[in-house]
Nanobody
């Protein structure tokens, strides 16, 4: 049974940093593209970052470039998202997900999702 378990969310102030973790079981994480998505209240779930399965390439949505960084530890079968200089607009539920599809920016490409972790940024 595949499980993705996120942790590390919380409430922070604008400008702070936070690290989200995604622990995988039932799969070998390196065989999948690991991504993070987020969903703000009343909005759709949007792509944030990806660590691709083949060459370990990293990709980010424009709004988080140079602030967020995605990592993967194959020995621990865990990935994480380092978030810096957090802004009010970063407030959302963050989800990790894995896919074998090259269409990693598309939510429909993902078969496995974590339960989500809340990140709240206040001024």
């Amino acid at each position: 049974q595949v499980q993705l378990v996120e942790s590390g969310g919380g409430s922070v102030q604008a400008g702070d940093s936070l690290r989200l973790f995604c622990a995988a079981s039932g799969i070998t994480l390196s065989e999948y593209t690991l991504s993070w998505f987020r969903q703000a209240p009343g909005k759709e779930r949007d792509f944030v970052a990806a660590f691709t399965r083949h060459n370990g390439g990293v990709y980010y949505t424009d709004s988080v470039k140079d602030r967020f960084f995605i990592f993967r530890d194959d020995a621990k079968n865990t990935g994480w998202l380092e978030m810096n200089s957090l802004k009010l607009d970063d407030t959302a539920v963050y989800y990790c997900a894995v896919t074998e599809s090259p269409l990693f920016r598309v939510t429909g490409s993902y078969a496995y999702w974590g339960q989500g972790t809340q990140v709240t940024v206040s001024s």
